[in-house]
């Protein structure tokens, strides 16, 4: 069969304005998605970065010896925007004649809007 010379071919100018709609709808929830990765794996980083340097810091604290109660914080120079926070405070149980000390040590980034914190009892 042969088309006439009054049928057009090729897409109407609606058609195509949907297929673009879709491309960009398609196009943005993929940004999205790989911004939301992004985002992820940077405080995955960011957690590890603070676990690693919260047993660092409670290791030396450790082997250093215990102080007496007190509060202590600083900053990490090697990683900017990483504070600690040590508390150190006695837990005597007079019932049983035990004395122990609990150390608490926070580690926060992001201006203080995330944190991680670990502690330990020493029974020295």
């Not at 990490?76 to 504070?83: A, H, K, T, V």
Request: hydrophobic fraction near 45%; include cysteine; charged fraction near 15%.
């Amino acid at each position: 069969m042969r088309a006439s010379r009054n049928s057009a071919c090729g897409f109407t100018l609606l058609e195509v304005m949907v297929a673009v709609g879709l491309l960009a709808f398609a196009m943005v929830s993929i940004l999205g998605i790989v911004s939301h990765n992004i985002n992820l794996a940077t405080r995955s980083t960011n957690y590890l970065i603070a676990t690693s340097l919260a047993d660092d810091l409670a290791s030396r604290i450790d082997a250093e010896g215990l102080p007496s109660a007190s509060e202590r914080s600083g900053k990490f120079e090697n990683y900017p925007g990483f504070e600690w926070y040590v508390t150190v405070s006695p837990y005597n149980l007079t019932q049983f004649e035990a004395r122990m000390t609990i150390v608490s040590v926070l580690i926060t980034w992001n201006d203080g809007e995330e944190s991680y914190e670990i502690s330990f009892v020493d029974s020295g």
